[in-house]
């Protein structure tokens, strides 16, 4: 059992920054690979970015390439979503979320539906 707390969001001028935490319980985090998902009013649950069990190998969704950072600290039990260059289509609640490490890791696996826990979110609104 996992449970996830995220962090870190507010409002924020499009062109701004903010970095997400989601502090993990337990100690087994590093044997998950932990994705960030965001959810904005009237849309589906989409797949934004995912760090492998072990770091070192990072996944992205098209629209925040180049934009958004995640990294994690497994000495922590938590995992981290730098958002630079915000735009106002950013805004969302943003999700942390686990899957174990006996899956593959792509994008393919890290969809919403493949996730074992959730945290309940924390909103990131990005004013224009």
């Known amino acids: 059992q996992v449970q996830l707390v995220e962090s870190g969001g507010g409002l924020v001028q499009a062109g701004g920054s903010l970095t997400l935490s989601c502090a993990a319980s337990g100690r087994t985090f590093s044997t998950y690979h932990m994705g960030w998902f965001r959810q904005a009013p009237g849309k589906e649950r989409e797949f934004v970015a995912a760090?492998?069990?072990?770091?070192?190998?990072?996944l992205y969704a098209d629209p925040v390439k180049g934009r958004f950072t995640i990294s994690r600290d497994n000495a922590k039990n938590t995992v981290y979503l730098q958002m630079n260059s915000l735009k106002p289509e950013d805004t969302a609640t943003y999700y942390c979320?686990?899957?174990?490490?006996?899956?593959?890791?792509?994008?393919?696996?890290?969809?919403?539906?493949?996730?074992?826990?959730w945290g309940k979110g924390t909103l990131v609104t990005v004013s224009s």
């Open positions: 979320a686990a899957r174990g490490r006996d899956t593959a890791f792509s994008i393919a696996t890290m969809a919403p539906l493949d996730m074992d826990y």
């Open positions: 760090a492998r069990w072990s770091g070192g190998l990072v």
